[in-house]
């Protein structure tokens, strides 16, 4: 199976990951104690219930340095595993199962964290009607494999850069010198979705009018919301944002807002508690 991801190199990201690790004296440890020839079979398991995300990733670790390298992948990305699941079996040069492995167990254990993590969220907005959306916080220069694992654990993403959508905010609109002006720049720009944040119940009038195509509801609790969006009245998708939390994540999604974003997604998510142990054949 053949892993793709827009804009995503997984050859550059293997390779980089596995120079920082080997630098240019490579694995000294399993090259002064495995013999060259040893072969390893060894199993990838999950020691906690989780959502997994990162196999196909894991994977191509394991082949760039030992391409014969039998692997037989057990779950698939997105299924939710109990603990002790068996997520994937391997067997080829031992030296490459062990230099590979610290990579492939990081890149798998942060990114099942990551999708384990969505998944709770977005179980706690079954029923609401509302979406829930990852957000631009996320570790340099692994925002779309972050993405991906959101996407996993059931989020939708929200914009994945600086260029797929204007998102107007306080420092914008205090320069610009007022939302309305800040949405007509952004309008005049060619810009066709403008999100436009508001923290207030007040400015949204202003903002609807100036032509914004979707309103950040920021830092609103859950009465505060559910009048935002009776004023709103369906005329432009809603979005829930600020400060968010799996205890409270559900009150507000029963607001009627169309969206809840939360950055701990990626921000603050745990480590899967993943394991891989080897014999030797």
Same mark, same amino acid.
């Given at each position: 199976?053949?892993?793709?991801?827009?804009?995503?190199?997984?050859?550059?990201?293997?390779?980089?990951?596995?120079?920082?690790?080997?630098?240019?004296?490579?694995?000294?440890?399993?090259?002064?104690?495995?013999?060259?020839?040893?072969?390893?079979?060894?199993?990838?398991?999950?020691?906690?219930?989780?959502?997994?995300?990162?196999?196909?990733?894991?994977?191509?670790?394991?082949?760039?340095?030992?391409?014969?390298?039998?692997?037989?992948?057990?779950?698939?990305?997105?299924?939710?595993?109990?603990?002790?699941?068996?997520?994937?079996?391997?067997?080829?040069?031992?030296?490459? !199962?062990?230099? @590979?492995?610290?990579?492939?167990? /990081?890149? +798998?254990?942060?990114?099942? =964290? #990551? *999708?384990?993590?969505? &998944?709770?969220?977005?179980?706690?907005?079954?029923?609401?009607?509302?979406?829930?959306?990852?957000?631009?916080?996320?570790?340099?220069?692994?925002?779309?494999?972050?993405?991906?694992?959101?996407?996993?654990?059931?989020?939708?993403?929200?914009?994945?850069? !600086?260029?797929? @959508?204007?998102?107007?905010?306080? /420092?914008? +609109?205090?320069?610009?010198? =007022? #939302? *309305?002006?800040?949405? &007509?720049?952004?309008?005049?720009?060619?810009?066709?979705?403008?999100?436009?944040?508001?923290?207030?119940?007040?400015?949204?009038?202003?903002?609807?009018?100036?032509?914004?195509?979707?309103?950040?509801?920021?830092?609103?609790?859950?009465?505060?919301?559910?009048?935002?969006?009776?004023?709103?009245?369906?005329?432009?998708?809603?979005?829930?944002?600020? =400060? #968010?939390?799996?205890?409270?994540?559900?009150?507000?999604?029963?607001?009627?807002?169309?969206?809840?974003?939360?950055?701990?997604?990626?921000?603050?998510?745990?480590?899967?508690?993943?394991?891989?142990?080897?014999?030797?054949?």
């Amino acid at each position: 199976m053949t892993f793709t991801l827009s804009g995503f190199d997984l050859h550059a990201f293997v390779t980089a990951t596995l120079v920082e690790d080997l630098g240019e004296a490579g694995d000294i440890t399993s090259a002064a104690v495995i013999p060259a020839d040893a072969r390893f079979a060894g199993v990838m398991d999950s020691r906690d219930a989780i959502t997994v995300a990162g196999l196909s990733i894991a994977e191509a670790f394991f082949r760039a340095l030992d391409p014969d390298m039998h692997i037989e992948r057990l779950v698939e990305d997105g299924a939710r595993v109990a603990a002790g699941t068996d997520l994937m079996r391997l067997t080829g040069n031992a030296r490459a !199962l062990l230099t @590979a492995e610290r990579s492939a167990l /990081n890149t +798998v254990q942060h990114l099942s =964290g #990551v *999708a384990t993590l969505t &998944r709770a969220y977005a179980d706690k907005l079954l029923g609401t009607g509302a979406t829930l959306l990852d957000t631009r916080k996320t570790l340099p220069g692994l925002r779309v494999l972050e993405k991906y694992a959101t996407r996993a654990g059931g989020a939708r993403n929200h914009r994945m850069g !600086l260029w797929d @959508a204007a998102m107007i905010k306080d /420092n914008h +609109v205090a320069v610009a010198g =007022g #939302v *309305a002006e800040a949405v &007509r720049r952004a309008l005049a720009a060619g810009i066709k979705e403008v999100i436009v944040e508001v923290d207030r119940v007040d400015q949204i009038e202003p903002a609807l009018a100036a032509g914004a195509t979707r309103l950040l509801l920021d830092n609103m609790d859950p009465p505060t919301l559910r009048g935002a969006v009776t004023l709103v009245g369906g005329r432009v998708p809603t979005e829930a944002s600020g =400060g #968010v939390r799996l205890e409270t994540i559900r009150a507000i999604g029963e607001t009627g807002v169309t969206y809840v974003s939360v950055g701990r997604l990626t921000q603050s998510a745990p480590a899967a508690d993943i394991g891989l142990d080897f014999t030797s054949i």
